[in-house]
Structure formats: C-alpha cells, structure tokens
T-cell receptor, first 113, second 114 residues
Framework: SQKIEQNSEALNIQEGKTATLTCNYT??????LQWYRQDPGRGPVFLLL?????KEKRKERLKVTFDTTLKQSLFHITASQPADSATYLC????????????FGAGTQVVVTP | DTEVTQTPKHLVMGMTNKKSLKCEQH?????MYWYKQKAKKPPELMFV???????INESVPSRFSPECPNSSLLNLHLHALQPEDSALYLC?????????????FGSGTRLTVV
C-alpha cells in the first residue's frame, strides 16, 4: 500500500538553529512533492513544490530536497524563529496526476527563544 | 482575492439533522476539493471536482453529498451523520492542470455531531 511517513515526534529546536524534517514514501512514483504548514485549527498553507528533476528548491529561509532514488524529501527551516512553530505536512500524488493529493501525518516543530 | 472562504466556522448538529457546508473561491481555480481531518491526523481526501464535475469520490458514505453549483462554489450536504463524523472539514482549490500546483485551503468548518 502507498505510505507517506514523517517523524511523528515533535521537533524541539532553539531559535536561530536549523530545523530538518524528513518525508519518506513507499509505493509512489511522484513527479513532484509538496510541503505545507498547518497551525492548530486552521487549514494547511502551501509552502513549496519540488519536481522530480529538481534536486533542491529554496524560498526565503526554507529549503527542500527531493531524492527519488531514496524516495525521500528533506525540509529545512534555517535561522528558525518562534513564529515557525507549527506542524509541517509533506504531500504528493502518484505520477504527474493531480487531484489525489495525499498527506503525511506531519511533524510538529516547536521553536523556543 | 487569494482566499478560500468556508462557512460556517463551527457547526453542531444532531444525527437526524440536515446541514450544509459552503466553500467559495474567486481565484479562477477549476479544481475544488473536500478533505476531512481528525485530530492529530493528516487531511484525508473525500471528493474532487474538476470543471464543476465530480471526478473523484474516495468511497465516501452517501450521508455526505457534494455539490458544485458553479466554478466558484462548492457545497457539502450532510444528512444522518454519526458522532464519528465529527472532524475539521477542509475545502481547497487549485488550478486543474497536470504538472503540480499548490492547493489553497480554507480555514475549515469544525463539525460536531451529537
């Protein structure tokens, strides 16, 4: 069966450090992978999309890597701030299709001053 | 306008009630989605509409009935729900194109079935 796995344990990190989150998947052959941020009681917010032919993508303090051989994506938040505290969700679809976007369970990040 | 608006924000309904959730977007997106999210779980896809036509139903029970009256509106009609249907119901929209696009989500409707 298809699985998207993210570290279920909360990541506690000190302000200013880099947070690194992992997303592993099985039985998917995604053409692209997405990352979302979700705050309690709110809908997910789209952050970044990376395609299979892109090794790395950056947006401000965020960096995503995508390794289709390892079936893994890494999500980095550099110079983390308390406002970055949230749950971060990895999401993908099979192949290049759209519509059936499936989410991982997410990793909670807590940034302390 | 870059938002997806969902109403109501909170809804409490009895198991014999009929209610509707509403979702609206004015970004010109031709794909719209309903997701269900339980506490501490990821959003689960329920329905996908493409160009106002239902394209994906993820084996959702018939007590949930989606409707897409036009390209900006998406409804979810609820009837004879069970307490286990209590959850955050999220609407999202996106461009209806292959190649990968981000979704825009609403803030959700917190549904409690009593």
């Amino acid at each position: 069966s298809q699985k998207i796995e993210q570290n279920s344990e909360a990541l506690n990190i000190q302000e200013g450090k880099t947070a690194t989150l992992t997303c592993n998947y099985t039985n998917y052959s995604p053409a692209y992978l997405q990352w979302y941020r979700q705050d309690p009681g709110r809908g997910p917010v789209f952050l970044l999309l990376i395609r299979e032919n892109e090794k790395e993508k950056r947006k401000e303090r965020l960096k995503v890597t995508f390794d289709t051989t390892l079936k893994q994506s890494l999500f980095h938040i550099t110079a983390s701030q308390p406002a970055d505290s949230a749950t971060y969700l990895c999401a993908l679809t099979q192949g290049n299709s759209w519509g059936k976007l499936q989410f991982g369970a997410g990793t909670q990040v807590v940034v302390t001053p | 306008d870059t938002e997806v608006t969902q109403t109501p924000k909170h809804l409490v309904m009895g198991m014999t009630n009929k209610k509707s959730l509403k979702c609206e977007q004015h970004m010109g997106h031709r794909a719209m989605y309903w997701y269900k999210q339980k506490a501490k779980k990821p959003p689960e896809l329920m329905f996908v509409y493409s160009y106002e036509k239902l394209s994906i139903n993820e084996s959702v029970p018939s007590r949930f009935s989606p409707e897409c009256p036009n390209s900006s509106l998406l409804n979810l009609h609820l009837h004879a729900l069970q307490p286990e249907d209590s959850a955050l119901y999220l609407c999202a929209s996106s461009q209806a194109v292959p190649g990968g696009v981000g979704y825009t989500f609403g803030s959700g409707t917190r549904l409690t079935v009593v």
